[in-house]
């Protein structure tokens, strides 16, 4: 082999590697694409807005708990809600319970004709009763109500700070949030809940 001939196979040599190098650098700074397997991610996120009714890419998650489906969205230091389901009853969320109903933050859901009434409670019994968390001497900390009966579905949406202050909520946090759900029979918020279950709610 000739000076010459070992000259420019190491001249291509050294091209093939920067050549890599450069491919290599581009490929890094290519943006993250969102979590196989979840379709719910949007590619770009709406504006939300509190209108009793769920829009595309408005929220980040949803879940289904038996007849309810629940939406969430992560904001800053709050959490944005929509409770959606074919049921005409009040559709009620509770937060981190302790032993069935007992400590459990309960949001509960109604339309009063064409008004939507979203109710901040508090059970400290086992079975209940959970008064108004103001009857209490808690604070009303749900924001931004507002509520429909459309097309066959009822939607509530409102926002809540992840983490209120008030001893008679429970906080809410970035990742898993054991709950509980009920669907009463009709717009009685003190009659008996028709169905129930537990669960857990991701926010993310």
């Known amino acids: 082999m000739t000076r010459k001939t070992m000259g420019l196979r190491l001249a291509l040599y050294m091209v093939m590697v920067l050549t890599l190098g450069l ?3 581009g490929c890094s700074d290519s943006p993250s694409a969102p979590p196989s397997g979840d379709s719910n991610w949007p590619t770009t996120l709406t504006a939300w807005i509190s209108d009793g009714s769920v829009a595309a890419n408005e929220y980040t998650q949803s879940q289904k708990f038996g007849d309810i489906e629940i939406f969430t969205r992560l904001g800053e230091d ?7 389901s074919k049921k005409e009853g009040y559709l009620s969320l ?3 319970p302790e032993e069935q109903m007992q400590g459990g933050d309960i949001i509960t859901c109604v339309m009063d004709g064409s008004q939507a009434r979203v109710y901040d409670t508090y059970s400290y019994g086992t079975f209940g009763p959970h008064p108004e968390d103001t009857a209490q001497g808690g604070t009303d900390d ?3 109500v507002s509520g429909s009966r459309q097309n066959g579905l009822t939607t509530f949406e409102f926002k ?6 008030d001893s008679r909520d429970k906080a809410l946090v970035a990742g898993n949030n054991p709950i509980m759900w009920a669907i009463g029979p009709g717009p009685d918020i ?3 809940h028709s169905s129930r279950g537990y669960g857990n709610l991701v926010i993310q």
Do not use: C, D, F
């Not at 709050?78 to 959606?84: D, L, N, S, T």
């Not at 809540?160 to 202050?165: A, D, K, P, Q």
């Open 142 to 144: 749900i924001m931004e």
């Open 160 to 165: 809540r700070r992840l983490n209120t202050g």
């Open 23 to 25: 491919l290599v650098s």
């Open 78 to 84: 709050e959490v944005y809600i929509a409770i959606q």
């Open 94 to 96: 509770g937060i981190r």
């Open 190 to 192: 003190s009659a008996r």
